[in-house]
T-cell receptor
Framework: GQQVMQIPQYQHVQEGEDFTTYCNSSTTLSNIQWYKQRPGGHPVFLIQ?????EVKKQKRLTFQFGEAKKNSSLHITATQTTDVGTYFCAGWSALTNAGKSTFGDGTTLTVKP | NAGVTQTPKFQVLKTGQSMTLQCAQDMNHEYMSWYRQDPGMGLRLIHYSVGAGITDQGEVPNGYNVSRSTTEDFPLRLLSAAPSQTSVYFC???????????????FGEGSRLTVL
């Protein structure tokens, strides 16, 4: 079945440093979504990427979808303590996995003030 | 809007007991799903539904049953609880899963289940 790998598992940064998490799928995706989960909370949607090579920005967050639609990344510029949490990617394929989003295991970000 | 409501928030069961986790959404979403989240792991899909009367299995369906008699509700039943089912359970819904623009998943706040 479809597998989505996410690296790194953990990332510790000093406030102000940049952060990147990477997501790789074993199959071509129809879309990829990113979610953030604060400690003790539930996942909250950040963004969806659909097009090959798509790049979207939300303030300090930059999301990319690979040309082959099998990988994606989330980059945070100048991290803040409010960025703490676990970031998940979720891949969906209409052809091979209709109805099912496969989540990566997440990258847990800690930010030292 | 309440969004996605899960009950109970916390539950302790003994091995072999059965229970139902409730999930309701008021957004008229076609798609509903149940995930479990174990420490250090991602979200694993248990069961999902693309509409009333339609359910299907996810990655880890064993030991769980679901039904979808209405658009709003999607209960998850544990038939005979086992310690391996200790986890945090999330219900999530979205308006559609039928096209590339699937729309975001809205998650409930989670139900923390401990099986002794």
């Amino acid at each position: 079945g479809q597998q989505v790998m996410q690296i790194p598992q953990y990332q510790h940064v000093q406030e102000g440093e940049d952060f990147t998490t990477y997501c790789n799928s074993s199959t071509t995706l129809s879309n990829i979504q990113w979610y953030k989960q604060r400690p003790g909370g539930h996942p909250v949607f950040l963004i969806q990427l659909v097009k090959s090579g798509e790049v979207k920005k939300q303030k300090r967050l930059t999301f990319q979808f690979g040309e082959a639609k099998k990988n994606s990344s989330l980059h945070i510029t100048a991290t803040q303590t409010t960025d703490v949490g676990t970031y998940f990617c979720a891949g969906w394929s209409a052809l091979t996995n209709a109805g099912k989003s496969t989540f990566g295991d997440g990258t847990t970000l800690t930010v030292k003030p | 809007n309440a969004g996605v409501t899960q009950t109970p928030k916390f539950q302790v069961l003994k091995t072999g007991q059965s229970m139902t986790l409730q999930c309701a959404q008021d957004m008229n979403h076609e798609y509903m799903s149940w995930y479990r989240q174990d420490p250090g792991m991602g979200l694993r899909l248990i069961h999902y539904s693309v509409g009333a009367g339609i359910t299907d299995q996810g990655e880890v369906p064993n030991g769980y049953n679901v039904s979808r008699s209405t658009t709003e509700d999607f209960p998850l039943r544990l038939l005979s609880a086992a310690p391996s089912q200790t986890s945090v359970y999330f219900c999530a819904s979205s308006y559609s899963r039928q096209a590339a623009n699937t729309g975001e998943l809205f998650f409930g706040e989670g139900s923390r289940l401990t099986v002794l």
